[in-house]
Structure formats: C-alpha cells, structure tokens
C-alpha cells in the first residue's frame, strides 16, 4: 500500500523530489536546488518559455515570470486554505539570479512558510528543469483569505496540507 507524504522520513522526500540526487554530489548543477529541497519547497508547475515570453534581450521577461508565480501561488494558497477567494497582500523582494532563454523548461516551486490568522505565506522558487540553476526566488508572498463580504476571514489552519482535502465546499457540494 502507497505511503502518504506525511509518512515518509524528510530526507526521503528530498531524494524523492530530486530523483535520488545524493548529498555527495555537491559540484553537480543541482545541488543549489537540494538545499531547496531541505527548506522543504516543492516543485510541480512546469513552464516552457516559448517566443511571446522573451522580453527585448530575448530572455524570459521578468513580467511573464511573475505572473506565472502569483496564479500558481494563488492555486496553493486555494488548496492550503480550502476558500477559492484568495488575494495577494504582500510580495518581497524579488531575486532574479539567472535568466532562462527561447525553449528552456522551467519549474516553479513553493511551500508555506507561516499560517496567520487570516493569512498564509509563501516561499517561491523557479528553477531550470535540465540544469537545476536558480532563475528566481521569493521569500515572502502573502495572501489573504477572504470571505464572501469580501474582507479578511479567519481560515483556522495552522500547516501545511499534502492531500486534496482542502477543496474549497463550495465546489464541492456542487459535484454532490
């Protein structure tokens, strides 16, 4: 019977998610992106940067970059919280450390950092998918949970999820 995520030991999610890249392998190109891993970010959305994407130095423009993150961020938060209204209220300061170009692939990750009363924040990465060099991280997003009024509303989690179980109710009920 498969082992939940919640069940298997960390060092093991980290081998997991990077295909047994071993802690020996320090000069190999990935290894930035295994310390990633310790910090407990997770990489599942994938982006390959097509023409429309390049900015006038025929590099991924920054504004694309960001747009990616903030929806896949959105998506996250969504599943954390378990309400499809969802806003953000706070992004840090952005590091872009690399540039990726025409025909890379690219992967963004994230994982929540803290859960406040009304709020979660992220930490998000973006990394070349062949090379595992660091096109780009976050430290700090934050969203809001809001209610149907439209304001801040409390959403009562405190960690992080690695199961569906957060699906907001209102979509739920509405496949019943």
Request: charge should be neutral; charged fraction near 20%.
């Amino acid at each position: 019977m498969p082992r939940g995520l919640k069940d298997i030991p960390a060092a093991d999610h980290m081998c997991f998610h990077l295909h047994c890249a071993s802690p020996n392998s320090a000069k190999r190109p990935g290894w930035l992106s295994i310390l990633s891993m310790a910090k407990g970010i997770t990489f599942h959305t994938r982006k390959w940067v097509r023409p429309e994407d390049l900015n006038a130095n025929g590099t991924l423009f920054g504004g694309s970059l960001l747009r990616w993150i903030d929806e896949e961020a959105a998506i996250y938060s969504i599943i954390q919280l378990g309400n499809k209204h969802v806003v953000t209220k706070f992004m840090s300061e952005i590091n872009f450390i690399a540039s990726a170009k025409e025909g890379d692939l690219i992967e963004m990750g994230l994982t929540a950092i803290d859960f406040g009363r009304t709020s979660i924040s992220l930490r998000a990465e973006v990394r070349n998918i062949f090379t595992q060099e660091s096109i780009l991280t976050i430290e700090k997003i934050v969203f809001v949970n809001i209610g149907e009024d439209g304001t801040p509303q409390p959403h009562g989690y405190d960690h992080i999820t690695y199961t569906r179980d957060r699906i907001p109710l209102e979509i739920t009920k509405a496949l019943v």
